[in-house]
Each structure stands twice: as C-alpha cells, then as structure tokens.
C-alpha cells in the first residue's frame, strides 16, 4: 500500500483538530481547526480555519494562531445556592452550572457560557435565583378532607398532609383508598395525586 501523502497534521498552541481525524492523510485530506479553550478566532475572520494535505506531503496553508481571548470573571454564588465551573476555569468557551440547596430550586437559567463578544468576554444569560419550594393545598376529596384543609393554603418543601375518610356510620362506610400521605417534593408539585374515599 502507499504510504500516506502527509504526516500528522501540525500542531498549534491555540486550537486543535476538529474531531478525531486519523491516518492515512492522503493529498486534498482537509483538517478543519477549532479554538481551544480561552482562544478565540481572530476578528475579523480573514484566515484560514482548515489545513489541507498536498501531493508533496506537506499541509498547506500554514495556519495563524487564534487570538487569547480575556476570561469571564469570577461568578457569586446565589443565595442558597452555588455555581460550579465545568471546566474548572472561567476561560473564554468555558461553562458553569448552578444548583440551589434543598428546599429550594432554579429559577432562570441553569447554565451560564464564557462567550466572546468582540475583543472581550461575558457570561451568557443573566445570573439565577434560587427561589423556596412551595406547594399550594393539595385539594379536597370527597367525603373526607386533610389536616391543615381549613387554615393553610401554601406548604413548605417537605411539608406533610395527612388524608381521613369521614367517620363511617350505620348509612355509609368509608375506606380511603390511594396515598393518604403526601410530601411536598417540588415547586406546586406533591408526591401523588390526593387518595379517594
């Protein structure tokens, strides 16, 4: 067999293969380069972004280095809540996520990127709250009810109800059937639908 028209494709400090391109790198093979982590394509885009293999064994043209583009600066966690950088750095393409403590959940966005905006960086989207769980009452039921029904219109996360069937008499006997207790688990959401009698 031949042997392959190019060697590996050429290195840069700045971006890297796009892909996993693998030998034989045979003339016309194209390797297109991507920016990696804190680099960025300079502006405007005038060069070239992919090498391609010549006949002679050489890769042409040869590529400029992106530009080092400024990181995102550091980010405070919201109350009762915290942000974490996927990448472990605030470099420009890098990413964070947010989680709120228990008892409280995400509202906004979840997600946030180190985005370049012309010669600077900034977050994506605008920073998250962590805002309580509560629930509204669960409902009433038919020939029963539970505690709390009378005085109480929001629950807390966690916050239990506790359905009863009415007292049975000589007319009518009541049985409760389905969960008689229910948990507050997320915001307007209980841990099952309210039994029935």
Known sequence: SCPD??????????MKPEGNPAPP???????????????????????????VCQSEGTWAPPLQEAWKA????????????????DNGTTKSGSQVHYECDEGYYV??????????FGKSVRWSEESPTCDRIFCNSPGRIRYGN????????????NETVVYTCNTSNETDHFTLVGESVLVCIRPEEWSSDPPEC
């Open 5 to 14: 028209a190019c060697g590996d494709p050429p290195k840069y400090q700045s």
């Open 25 to 51: 790198y045979n003339a016309g093979f194209a390797v297109e380069y991507e920016c990696c982590l804190g680099y960025r394509p300079m502006i405007p885009l005038v060069r070239p972004t992919s090498a």
């Open 70 to 85: 400024p990181s995102c600066p550091k980010l405070t966690d919201p109350v009762h809540g915290n942000v974490f950088y």
């Open 107 to 116: 509202v906004g966005t979840k997600i946030r990127k180190c985005e370049a």
């Open 146 to 157: 539970f505690n709390n029904s009378q005085d109480k219109f929001r629950f807390d996360y």
